[in-house]
């Protein structure tokens, strides 16, 4: 059994002592980001990985070292990468999630239920043709909210194996949502993949993903507490 720590902080939960825990790169592109909402996230997100892993390795959060270099142009703003620990943050609206696992590969992707996102447009590009037709059982918002679904699913699974934007989504096809979330066929791709929803309430839908033939558990923390000292 593959236990997996998704530890959750909201917006609300930022506060400006935090980036006493970031780096100067880290520091440098949270200054960057023009819209609070953006920078909470950004915020929140980096201090849930260094405080964890501070408690973890007996150190001060600003002290874990991190990488964060793109795999493809070396720039620091690839997937947060740290000695020992395989990590998964995602972030939408107000919800901030981190994913742990000591040695098994994480995807963690939690979105926003828009009800009034385009499901014809993104679909046409993130999802498969048997997903096309399955999603046009629904309308309104349960549609709105069975496409999250879909693309949670996805998003979860990519980031897992790290492709990630690379991947095209149409090809990774994912259980209905109203089954249980499995990975039911991606072209090129023969690894093994875990993939289990996560309750967040109505207004958010989550996955996560473990490339592990075992079954996962999954312990939602509450960050909050984390963050406020």
Same mark, same amino acid.
């Not at 270099?69 to 939408?92: F, I, N, Y």
């Not at 696992?101 to 999802?127: N, R, Y």
């Not at 089954?179 to 072209?187: G, H, N, P, S």
């Given at each position: ?33 023009? !819209? ?44 947060? !990468? ?60 349960? !549609? ?21 934007? !690379? ?63």
């Amino acid at each position: 059994m593959s236990v997996v720590e998704v530890w959750w902080g909201r917006v609300g939960d930022a506060r400006p002592e935090l980036a006493e825990d970031l780096n100067a790169v880290e520091r440098g592109r949270l200054a960057a980001y023009a !819209r609070d909402g953006d920078k909470a996230r950004f915020l929140v997100g980096c201090a849930i990985v260094r405080r964890v892993l501070g408690v973890q390795l007996l150190m001060p959060p600003a002290s874990v070292r991190l990488d964060r270099s793109c795999p493809d142009c070396g720039r620091p703003h690839g997937k947060v !990468r740290a000695p020992g620990v395989e990590l998964s943050v995602s972030h939408s609206g107000e919800l901030v999630g981190v994913a742990f696992h000591p040695g098994v590969a994480v995807g963690l992707d939690v979105e926003v239920v828009d009800p009034g996102i385009d499901t014809d447009a993104l679909g046409s590009v993130s999802l498969a043709d048997v997903e096309v037709e399955e999603l046009g059982r629904y309308d309104g918002t349960g !549609r709105a909210r069975a496409f999250t679904t879909y693309w949670a699913r996805k998003e979860a699974v990519v980031k897992a194996t790290g492709d990630g934007i !690379r991947a095209d989504l149409r090809k990774v096809v994912v259980s209905p949502p109203d089954q249980d979330a499995r990975l039911v066929e991606w072209a090129g791709y023969d690894g093994t993949v875990r993939l289990v929803d996560l309750e967040v309430g109505s207004r958010h839908a989550a996955a996560l993903a473990a490339l592990t033939e075992t079954e996962l558990t999954v312990h939602s923390i509450d960050a909050g507490p984390l963050l406020a000292h």
